[in-house]
């Protein structure tokens, strides 16, 4: 074992989003803190969310905005809520703005809060080594100082150790296995990993390429033998193999192949409503061609491509259609069918499905029950929320609360 002074208080494994908030809150409670970062630079995650203009927090976190244990959750979010997010970014001197309930940087550059947070870091005395990569983490028997081993082939030693290595998803960013193949050396288990918060690639190709570049605002429906699976409501972005988009993206952790997607272009109206207002439409504009009846309602790629779906002539008059053909008309307008295919990969995922079983942690304090010296945080747990800045504001939530801990040990 080396001398006393090589052995730092605590060893962070990551320097993401929750590595570099627990880092910083333990160096400036007095602790001899190293953050080890694989990549070239830290926070690469923080960089590229909310496309690049970093969604940190949300004014809706609560517990039913994760998936998981929504207990555990709530054990961290009361002793760190959106307001706390805020004020304390705002004391690292970053302004933020406010959309829908949203916070982003007010530059609109992540890299506003990544800054902030690399600043404050070195203010407050962490040491950080980037390039390099652990590889393994082992603990004396006796002594219980454990030992971290890099690629590298650098050793280095601690009292503590947090793993805040992230999830597999963004690999090109830096998401990795590694955070999970580390947890599993300690003793924890991994719960199946599925991409989560990406988008969905449907069957109907032909259709998509017409489609491809196209927003429209719809309820989307999960279904499977005609039974709602999940939904939710706000933008679709059509593109070349499937659908993006938030509420894509809050779906696709429930999505499986062979799947209905369907999609309510006029989720504002009730049925009954629709079915009214299309009469009415009918009987005001019977001269019209079938393609021009939707002039105004709905964008002409999508006109067309429904029209053709229905097996209609774009020439049809209004007047020579049947109550069975508005019939049919309306059913589609408020559930046109898609059939999944699958998932994007993890390399295009904001997040992912499953990680470190958190039966294992201990509720509001991250404490590993299979070693009282080591701490897990983030993505890297079996926590995973909706899109909108909810995942950001649990690793912030989630390094607060060990670090917290960490800082009451003697």
């Keep these: ?51 690049g203009e970093c969604n940190f927090t949300n004014r809706q976190v609560a517990p039913d905005k994760y998936y998981g244990d929504q207990d555990f959750v709530k054990a961290a979010l009361v002793k760190f809520s959106y307001q706390d997010a805020l004020n304390y970014f705002t004391d690292l001197g970053l302004l933020y703005r406010e959309e829908k309930g949203r916070f982003f940087t007010y530059t609109s550059k992540a890299s506003s809060l990544a800054t902030c947070l690399t600043c404050a870091l070195k203010e407050a005395g962490a040491q950080l080594i980037l390039k390099t990569e652990v590889s393994k983490i082992t603990q004396d028997n006796k002594t219980k100082i454990f030992k971290v081993s890099s690629k590298q082939g650098q050793n280095y030693f601690a009292k503590n150790i947090v793993l805040a290595c992230g999830s597999l998803a963004y690999a090109q960013v830096g998401g990795t296995k590694a955070g999970y193949t580390l947890a599993q050396s300690l003793g924890h288990t991994i719960k199946p990993l599925s991409p989560a918060l990406c988008s969905i690639n449907l069957q109907e190709k032909s259709a998509l390429t017409r489609l491809a570049g196209l927003k ?42 062979g799947q209905i997607l369907e999609l309510n272009l006029f989720n504002q109206f009730t049925k009954e409503e629709f079915s009214s207002f299309i009469d009415a439409r009918a009987k005001k504009y019977s001269h019209r061609k079938l393609k021009d009846f939707f002039a105004g309602i709905l964008a002409d790629t999508l006109a067309n491509l429904m029209i053709d779906f229905l097996g209609f002539r774009k020439n049809l008059l209004i007047c020579d259609l049947n ?32 990680g470190v079983d958190t039966r294992e942690v201990q509720k509001g304090t991250f404490c590993s029950f299979k070693n009282p010296n080591v701490y897990i945080t983030g993505e890297l747990l079996d926590i995973d929320g909706r899109c909108g800045g909810f995942n950001l504001h649990f690793a912030w939530s989630s390094a607060i609360c060990a670090a917290k801990t960490l800082l009451g040990k003697k």
């Design 323 to 354: 109550s069975q053909n508005f019939a049919r008309i309306k059913e589609v307008l408020q559930a046109w069918p898609f059939r999944v295919e699958g998932l994007r990969p993890f390399e295009q995922a904001c997040a992912a499905k499953g």
């Design 1 to 51: 074992m080396q001398a006393q002074t090589n052995i730092y208080d605590v060893i962070v494994v990551g320097a993401g989003a929750s590595g570099l908030v627990c880092a910083l809150e333990l160096a400036r409670g007095g602790k001899k803190v190293l953050v080890l970062e694989k990549e070239i630079t830290c926070g690469r995650k923080i960089l590229v969310s909310g496309n």
């Design 216 to 257: 429209v605002q719809a309820m989307a429906s999960l279904k499977e033998n005609g039974k709602l699976i999940a939904q939710e409501e706000g933008e679709v972005l059509f593109n070349n193999q499937g659908v993006s988009g938030n509420n894509i993206f809050s779906l696709s952790r429930n999505a499986k192949k």
